[in-house]
């Protein structure tokens, strides 16, 4: 059990001119947002939509002909799935895919679009891959791990070198964990060509499979996450083997830090993230002394989320931030009410964008109305002066 730089330059040397080198770019606008000098490597733009191609191609190509000619089998709540799809149906190997219920549509759909066969089956990561060892078992297909595997390890470390060629006086990089494939990858290759460099890892809350099995505990992992790439209850055993002597620090971010990262990379670096993929940013926004004037590299890992995923995010993060606010406003049930209270929302450049009416709620006079005026404002100071004129003319706000 075991993956060397060697293995890794080799991956590298395979997969030439097959996956695209993604770019690597300073953030001006983050690193003065948070007070660390951030560079993003951008796999989002892989033609997958993730970092997975390097991992699943380099596997690939190590696959005799016969077990060409059998197929493979996967477990993957997206990424990796359609990184075997897309470079199986270039080879002419046949993939099924075994895939959680819940998996974004983008994921599955795009998975499809590959030619790969598709499966839901399980409520979670693990369920699925038990499906699929099954289907591995009763067709003789060649399971291939999105993780544990020494192939896939090998592959994900390229992420490492390309990152360190094109930035090579990076203090730190912040590699996202799930199964710990890329950390394991890039902390080999990363060590290897700079031995000072620091190797962060960033979990979801929900599920801190690394950080448990660090610790000798059972890891509490459940619950829906935004970073479902990363939604993994066990690290798989060759990664971990690998990433633990050298990742230095792991950190575990709220739903929030992600929900922000994602969208503080579409609104600043017009760029789209998954969950997943904003873990790096995640880790500096939760902790921004930690990181204040290093030079930090973020492995952006995948940009692969639902449209009406992202448009959520962006609107809860307009509500964070009151820039979308509601004021619920008790008052008189009688004409030119709502009128009158638009005239001050409207008179101070508050956007009016949405209004419900409540009449029969019991906490309500039955001679009055409860109003719900959704606003667009400029910033939290424009939304607490809307709210204060509201009470200076005598409107009893209950909420806003």
Same mark, same amino acid.
């Given at each position: ?8 330059? !080799? ?12 770019? #690597? ?17 951008? *796999? ?54 075994? +895939? ?18 598709? #499966?839901? /089956?399980?409520?979670?990561?693990? =369920? ?10 009763? /067709? ?11 192939? @896939? ?18 203090? !730190?990089? @912040? ?14 290759? !990363?060590?290897? +060509? ?24 059972? !890891? ?13 209850? =066990? #690290?798989?055993?060759?990664?971990? =083997? ?5 990742? &230095? ?7 929030? &830090? ?25 880790? @500096? ?33 307009? #509500? ?11 008052? *008189? ?38 109003? &719900? ?28």
């Amino acid at each position: 059990m075991t993956v060397t730089f060697e293995d890794i330059k !080799a991956a590298q040397a395979r997969i030439a001119g097959q996956v695209d080198r993604t770019p #690597v770019r300073h953030s001006r606008r983050l690193s003065q947002l948070t007070g660390a000098d951030i560079w993003i490597k951008y *796999d989002n733009l892989h033609f997958t939509g993730s970092f997975k191609e390097r991992g699943a191609l380099n596997r690939l190509l190590q696959l005799t002909p016969e077990e060409r000619r059998r197929g493979v089998v996967a477990a993957s709540a997206g990424n990796h799935a359609q990184a075997l799809a897309y470079h199986g149906g270039r080879l002419g190997v046949p993939v099924t895919i075994v +895939m959680p219920e819940g998996t974004p549509f983008v994921k599955a759909d795009g998975t499809r679009a590959h030619g790969a066969t598709v #499966v839901i /089956h399980g409520l979670d990561f693990s =369920a699925s891959t038990e499906e699929a060892k099954r289907l591995e078992r009763e /067709h003789g297909y060649v399971f291939v791990s999105a993780f544990d595997d020494e192939g @896939i390890v090998a592959g994900q470390g390229v992420c490492a070198i390309e990152f360190l060629e094109d930035a090579p006086d990076l203090d !730190a990089l @912040i590699i996202p964990i799930g199964g710990g494939g890329l950390i394991a990858g890039c902390s080999i290759a !990363a060590k290897a +060509m700079k031995p000072d460099i620091k190797i962060f890892g960033v979990e979801a809350a929900r599920y801190p499979s690394f950080t448990a099995r660090r610790g000798g505990e059972p !890891a509490k992992c459940t619950g829906q996450t935004i970073a479902e790439g990363i939604a993994i209850k =066990a #690290v798989g055993e060759i990664p971990f =083997a690998l990433a633990d002597p050298l990742v &230095d620090e792991v950190f575990v971010c709220e739903e929030a &830090d992600f929900e922000k990262g994602v969208a503080l990379l579409a609104t600043l670096e017009k760029t789209v993230a998954e969950g997943a993929g904003a873990g790096g940013l995640a880790a @500096i926004l939760a902790q921004p002394d930690r990181f204040k004037g290093m030079k930090i590299g973020i492995e952006l890992t995948g940009g692969n989320i639902d449209a009406r995923m992202l448009a959520v995010v962006l609107n809860r993060e307009m #509500v964070r931030e009151k820039r979308l606010i509601v004021y619920r406003i008790l008052g *008189d049930d009688r004409p030119g009410m709502l009128s009158a209270m638009a005239a001050v929302i409207g008179g101070l450049g508050g956007n009016i964008i949405d209004v419900v009416h409540n009449r029969l709620a019991l906490d309500v006079p039955a001679k009055g109305a409860e109003f &719900d005026i959704m606003v667009e404002t400029r910033d939290a100071k424009h939304a607490d002066e809307i709210g204060q004129a509201l009470k200076d003319r005598g409107y009893e706000l209950r909420m806003g």
